[in-house]
């Protein structure tokens, strides 16, 4: 299967002009990355960005963009899953339990019929999306267990010019530095690129990394409660992408399944302090 070129260089550049900005701004506040910080970005850039970010450019050429942010929906699913398991215990109630279940039957329907039938491009294509959701869950779990933990300034820097360094070299790996050259870009796509380079990467990847210092992961990945509707009404009005009957289904499961995930969570967050407030 061929590699669409580029892809994973414009996210690498994206996210190393996005990185420099945040490490200027941090270190014109006095701080300092240490060995230790870099050790963390560098796992964290390889879950966020080589991982989380890389299969989801990849996968762009494959899927529909809306599809794809239906199986990113289940994000919150994963955290609590990743979380679980490196916490060693399992928390469970009916919300949560009802909600993990409906969001893998979501996705299980995603990865169904739709994607095998459209060919095996369509089916790789969903399987790194959702690669990528777990992969970017971990790094959530990570980030907060992290060395970089307790300063997002920082931590979005660090992490944005590892991952940006990773994606290049893997681009580099890929054959994507054969033919390219800065010319062929267009006015559009410099536009397009510095857009999400001021608000796909600083603003809200800062913005994301100070919810995580501050809130429970699963509560954070609620912002996929509007994305994938979003996303699959843009897809159908602009780009002309199909809604089937398979796909709103999926929807409709993921969305209730990310609600009762942080309900279910929010309970036994609720619990939780209600026993630290009795032992006190």
Same mark, same amino acid.
């Given at each position: 299967? +061929?590699?669409?070129?580029?892809?994973?260089?414009?996210?690498?550049?994206?996210?190393?002009?996005?990185?420099?900005?945040?490490?200027?701004?941090?270190?014109?506040?006095? %701080?300092? &990355?240490? $060995?230790?910080?870099?050790?963390?970005?560098?796992?964290? @850039? *390889?879950?966020?960005?080589? *991982? #989380?970010?890389?299969?989801?450019?990849?996968?762009?050429?494959?899927? +529909?963009?809306?599809?794809?942010? %239906? *199986?990113?929906?289940? !994000?919150?699913?994963?955290?609590?899953?990743?979380?679980?398991?490196? !916490?060693?215990?399992?928390?469970?109630?009916?919300?949560? $339990?009802?909600?993990?279940?409906?969001?893998?039957?979501?996705?299980?329907?995603? /990865?169904?019929?739709?994607?095998?039938?459209?060919?095996?491009?369509?089916?790789?294509?969903?399987?790194?999306?959702?690669?990528?959701?777990?992969?970017?869950?971990? @790094?959530?779990? =990570?980030?907060?267990?992290?060395? /970089?933990?307790?300063? &997002?300034?920082?931590l979005s820097a660090l992490s944005l010019l590892? #991952?940006? %360094?990773?994606?290049?070299?893997?681009?580099?790996?890929?054959?994507?530095?054969?033919?390219?050259?800065?010319?062929?870009?267009?006015?559009?796509?410099?536009?397009?690129?510095? =857009?999400?380079?001021?608000? @796909?990467?600083?603003?809200?990847?800062? $913005?994301?990394?100070?919810?995580? !210092?501050?809130?429970?992961?699963?509560?954070?990945?609620?912002?996929? =409660?509007?994305?994938?509707?979003?996303?699959?009404?843009? @897809?159908?009005?602009?780009?002309?992408?199909?809604?089937?009957?398979?796909?709103?289904?999926?929807?409709?499961?993921?969305?209730?399944?990310?609600?009762?995930?942080?309900?279910?969570?929010?309970?036994? !967050?609720?619990?939780?302090?209600?026993v630290e407030t009795s032992e006190r």
């Amino acid at each position: 299967m +061929p590699w669409k070129p580029f892809h994973l260089y414009t996210a690498g550049l994206r996210h190393l002009v996005a990185g420099t900005i945040l490490l200027i701004w941090a270190m014109a506040k006095g %701080l300092r &990355p240490t $060995a230790k910080h870099l050790r963390a970005s560098v796992v964290i @850039g *390889i879950f966020f960005f080589l *991982i #989380g970010h890389g299969t989801l450019h990849w996968a762009e050429t494959r899927v +529909p963009s809306g599809f794809a942010s %239906l *199986i990113i929906a289940s !994000e919150p699913i994963w955290v609590y899953l990743m979380a679980s398991l490196a !916490e060693r215990k399992w928390r469970m109630n009916f919300p949560l $339990a009802s909600g993990v279940a409906l969001g893998l039957a979501g996705v299980a329907i995603l /990865l169904g019929r739709d994607a095998i039938s459209s060919g095996s491009g369509m089916f790789l294509g969903a399987l790194a999306v959702l690669i990528g959701a777990i992969g970017w869950s971990v @790094g959530i779990i =990570y980030s907060r267990r992290s060395h /970089l933990s307790g300063n &997002p300034l920082l931590l979005s820097a660090l992490s944005l010019l590892s #991952g940006s %360094l990773l994606l290049l070299a893997t681009g580099t790996v890929a054959g994507e530095a054969r033919g390219f050259s800065f010319s062929q870009v267009t006015p559009r796509s410099w536009f397009a690129l510095a =857009y999400l380079i001021v608000f @796909g990467s600083v603003i809200a990847f800062t $913005a994301y990394n100070w919810l995580m !210092e501050h809130y429970p992961p699963t509560f954070v990945a609620t912002h996929t =409660y509007i994305n994938p509707v979003v996303a699959v009404f843009l @897809g159908w009005w602009l780009a002309g992408e199909k809604v089937t009957v398979n796909v709103a289904i999926a929807a409709g499961l993921v969305i209730v399944a990310v609600f009762l995930v942080d309900r279910g969570m929010a309970r036994i !967050e609720a619990g939780r302090l209600n026993v630290e407030t009795s032992e006190r």
